[in-house]
């Protein structure tokens, strides 16, 4: 028998861009539960239990139907496919049917699986209205008190959004992105400041002004893998979060189009706790950064990070475990931006960063620039010219302050500001930017 993973990597070349397998999962395992061996996704959405055997036959047939069965349950999976190599079997879950049918290749069992998912019914008016009054109850039941009071329904997501709303054959229904974005949004909350500022070292402002470019670094270099996690692990359950080494080449290429910039809140300008924690223990700097909301689009996110409560409940994510786990008319809600709006979530632990997020999705690499990272990870970041008059990044400096413990303080502002005079770099009302020295003067 060929190995499991060499079949596991032959079932992934047969999937389209927007599909996934999923080879390390857990869900309420046991020591009698039966484990199928993948779950392919499309989108956000589980749609294939996969069980790979020796060979194909009556017995290995009706074994696999009892994984099936054990996981189809909790995952609402239409679909299962057994593989053994050869032939291929496309089965419609539940099956009570013991008698195996006529198996097939794997492409035939491919095309059964996309014919059912690529033609999807758009909903009627009167199904959109229900749905969007079933979310909008949702989310004030589950937003209401204290964290709900700063929201205005003014950015509530809108009904006429959801014009393009679809339900597939397999009984899920698939809101429209502008809606989605919308509902995202609001969990978020507004963000109304036009300035953030964001604390770097001292080399990494010297390089942005040498190459006249800002950067954007993939989120799977980060060295923090928990908080990449925190978002999947809530919703989908301890353990959840795929092991990165498994993953097919195209599920990283997909993985490394979302390219991140972690900026703070401007009540953090010049904050002694932030110098120490990411300033390079203060001998770095601080940039004030001026949001241009006209570059805020092509694939660029700016919001603020959602934190979790101190006792580890997370009121935002409770509301979409409930409406992914909700019924609507017999079907299910799919959520297909989560991949996208997932990185805006954290746990209460990092709440004091008051973190705003600049995310871009990436989907030219050719415009990739790899590095290795100060934890040594290799890493994909893209580039941004932020020269006058070719400014292409939403996040323009405005100021740059020295850190309390920066070596020659006053020389090296001095420095700086010829330097970036030299460069055509200039703040946003077309001024010379300024270089100031941090009014901390009691950290040692």
């Known amino acids: 028998m060929e190995s499991e993973r060499f079949l596991l990597n032959k079932i992934r070349q047969h999937l389209k861009e927007n599909y996934n397998l999923i080879t390390e999962f857990k869900l309420g395992t046991g020591s009698n539960r039966l484990i199928p061996d993948a779950v ?118 809108q009904l006429n959004d959801l014009t393009n709303a679809k339900a597939t054959k397999s009984d899920s229904i698939l809101l429209p992105q502008k809606y989605e974005d919308q509902l995202f949004r609001y969990l978020l909350g507004k963000f109304y400041r036009n300035n953030i500022c964001r604390y770097t070292t001292l080399s990494s402002i010297i390089r942005i002004i040498e190459s006249k470019k800002n950067s954007v670094c993939s989120i799977v270099c980060m060295n923090d893998k928990s908080e990449c996690y925190y978002f999947d692990e809530y919703i989908h359950g301890k353990g959840s979060h795929v092991d990165f080494y498994q993953q097919s080449n195209n599920t990283i290429k997909e993985l490394n189009k979302y390219f991140i910039m972690s900026c703070s809140d401007i009540s953090s300008f010049d904050r002694l706790t932030m110098w120490r924690m990411y300033a390079d223990d203060a001998k770095g700097v601080c940039l004030n950064l001026e949001v241009d909301s006209k570059l805020l689009k092509n694939d660029f996110y700016l919001a603020p990070i959602s934190y979790g409560n101190n006792d580890g409940t997370h009121p935002e994510l409770d509301f979409i475990v409930k409406l992914l786990s909700s019924d609507f008319n017999g079907k299910k809600i799919v959520l297909q931006r989560m991949s996208l709006w997932s990185h805006f979530f954290k746990p209460n632990d990092y709440a004091d960063e008051k973190e705003i997020r600049l995310l871009y999705r990436g989907n030219d690499s050719s415009r990739y620039k790899w590095i290795t990272t100060s934890e040594n990870i290799i890493c994909p970041v893209v580039e941004f010219c932020i020269e006058n008059g070719n400014n292409e990044f939403p996040l323009k400096i405005a100021s740059i302050l020295l850190g309390p413990k920066c070596y020659e303080k006053e020389t090296n502002a001095g420095q700086l500001r010829i330097r970036i005079e030299a460069q055509n770099i200039v703040r946003p009302t077309n001024s010379q930017i300024p270089v100031e020295i941090s009014k901390i003067d009691n950290y040692r």
């Open 40 to 157: 392919i996704y499309r989108n956000e959405e589980p749609i294939a239990l996969v069980e790979i055997k020796k060979n194909l036959n009556n017995q290995s047939y009706n074994f696999a139907l009892k994984q099936f069965e054990s996981y189809q349950k909790d995952l609402k999976v239409p679909f299962g496919i057994i593989f053994d190599g050869k032939q291929a079997l496309f089965v419609k879950l539940p099956c009570n049917d013991t008698r195996m049918s006529n198996s097939s290749s794997l492409e035939e069992a491919f095309e059964k699986l996309y014919n059912y998912y690529e033609i999807d019914t758009p909903l009627s008016e009167k199904d959109r209205d229900i749905l969007h009054n079933f979310i909008i109850e949702m989310l004030h039941n589950s937003l209401s008190g204290q964290r709900g009071k700063y929201r205005a329904n003014s950015e509530l997501p």
